[in-house]
T-cell receptor, first 115, second 113 residues
Framework: AQKITQTQPGMFVQEKEAVTLDCTYD???????LFWYKQPSSGEMIFLIY??????QNATEGRYSLNFQKARKSANLVISASQLGDSAMYFC????????????FGKGTMLLVSP | DAGVIQSPRHEVTEMGQEVTLRCKPI?????LFWYRQTMMRGLELLIY????????DSGMPEDRFSAKMPNASFSTLKIQPSEPRDSAVYFC???????????FGEGSRLTVL
């Protein structure tokens, strides 16, 4: 079974600063993928970034980067130069690369960006 | 290309009534998922389909819940009879093959009084 743990219920950051949202996972699968989604107050789930377990480079997408430490089973999301529009709920998720696999989500971290 | 389309966006009903939530996945996607989101339990997978066939419905909470996918472009999630504890946001999501990210609809917020 897969498990995702996000230990930070809420985080505060000032505009233009960087912030790291923590995510640890537990799986017995050798090949898997890690995802981050953003859920603003409007409710939709927005895909941000993906990291494959065999990817040697940390994934980056614009201001988002994923700090992947396989041995520690962590996949932290780093948001650089925070913006007010980054205020939202952030979910870490993982999926095994086996057939008929599904996404397992963490409980989420609420990020508030202040001016 | 249009995203995943869900309806209704909001539903308020009374306990005991039947509720039907609808989903149109992204064209060409062969996986469809139904999730439920609550404050207490977070995002829970209810059921998912591959090529219109239900693969895993172990997340469906009770027999009151049922889901169908009669064709590649339409799925329903039905609750009959509804109860106040069913109040949640229900998301439909679709995916192409075994890889890639899930694309979510905007969700259906259900309130059962």
């Amino acid at each position: 079974a897969q498990k995702i743990t996000q230990t930070q219920p809420g985080m505060f950051v000032q505009e233009k600063e960087a912030v790291t949202l923590d995510c640890t996972y537990d799986t017995s699968d050798q090949s898997y993928g890690l995802f981050w989604y953003k859920q603003p107050s409007s409710g939709e789930m927005i895909f941000l970034i993906y990291q494959g377990s065999y990817d040697e480079q940390n994934a980056t997408e614009g201001r988002y980067s994923l700090n992947f430490q396989k041995a520690r089973k962590s996949a932290n999301l780093v948001i650089s130069a925070s913006q007010l529009g980054d205020s939202a709920m952030y979910f870490c998720a993982m999926r095994a690369d086996s057939g008929y696999s599904t996404l397992t989500f963490g409980k989420g971290t609420m990020l508030l960006v202040s001016p | 290309d249009a995203g995943v389309i869900q309806s209704p966006r909001h539903e308020v009903t009374e306990m005991g009534q039947e509720v039907t939530l609808r989903c149109k996945p992204i064209s060409g996607h062969d996986y469809l998922f139904w999730y439920r989101q609550t404050m207490m339990r977070g995002l829970e997978l209810l059921i998912y389909f591959n090529n219109n066939v239900p693969i895993d419905d172990s997340g469906m909470p009770e027999d009151r819940f049922s889901a169908k996918m009669p064709n590649a472009s339409f799925s329903t999630l039905k609750i009959q009879p509804s109860e106040p504890r069913d109040s949640a946001v229900y998301f439909c999501a679709s995916r192409y093959r075994d890889t890639g990210e899930l694309f979510f609809g905007e969700g259906s917020r259900l309130t059962v009084l």
